[in-house]
């Protein structure tokens, strides 16, 4: 077995490989926050369901709605994720504040550990973004988040996958 041949060869590297080990197992059973060179392998595991809806973006720019077909997947990505994550970012700041920062530190104030964007400067940021993924000017812009079931997507002219 390694671990006896490790102690027979280097009994230090043994010790420090077994306190690895107890420093890894105790991590992954306390489900603590990951701290490198210690990971909690529970945060890579968890099966994702299918979602009954999904957030679909629509994104007129000067009076022409984007779509996705005319965009490689990354150039989509690129263009579609900072509206979708934006959207969401109040909602990381509650979970993330409740589940992580506050279990962690409980008299800590929230205002030093959650971010306020606003949408006026998230606006003018984002249609600055576009413009430069685009390489076009961007005189006009509307987003919208839709909601949109799952066999909407999948019956949609514009998806594109093979299975």
């Known amino acids: 077995m390694y671990l006896q041949q490790l102690?027979?060869?280097?009994?230090?590297?043994?010790?420090?490989?077994?306190?690895?080990?107890?420093?890894?197992?105790?991590?992954n059973l306390r489900q603590d926050i990951a701290i490198s060179p210690l990971?909690?392998?529970?945060?890579?595991?968890?099966?994702?369901?299918?979602?009954?809806?999904?957030t679909v973006c629509k994104i007129v720019v000067n009076g022409k709605t984007l779509q996705a077909k005319d965009f490689t997947p990354q150039q989509w990505d690129n263009i579609t994720l900072p509206i979708l994550r934006y959207s969401q970012q109040q909602v990381w700041n509650k979970q993330l504040w409740q589940q992580d920062i506050h279990r962690l530190?409980?008299?800590?104030?929230?205002?030093?550990?959650?971010?306020?964007?606003?949408?006026?400067?998230f606006e003018a940021w984002y249609k600055t973004y576009l413009a430069h993924q685009l390489s076009q000017p961007i005189n006009s812009l509307r987003a919208t988040l839709i909601a949109t079931p799952i066999k909407q997507i999948t019956n949609s002219p514009y998806n594109h996958h093979s299975d």
């Open 7 to 27: 102690y027979r060869h280097n009994k230090w590297m043994f010790v420090a490989l077994i306190v690895f080990m107890m420093g890894q197992l105790l991590n």
């Open 39 to 54: 990971y909690s392998y529970g945060m890579y595991s968890e099966k994702m369901y299918p979602q009954s809806n999904y």
């Open 105 to 121: 530190m409980p008299f800590a104030d929230s205002n030093r550990f959650t971010n306020n964007l606003y949408l006026q400067d």
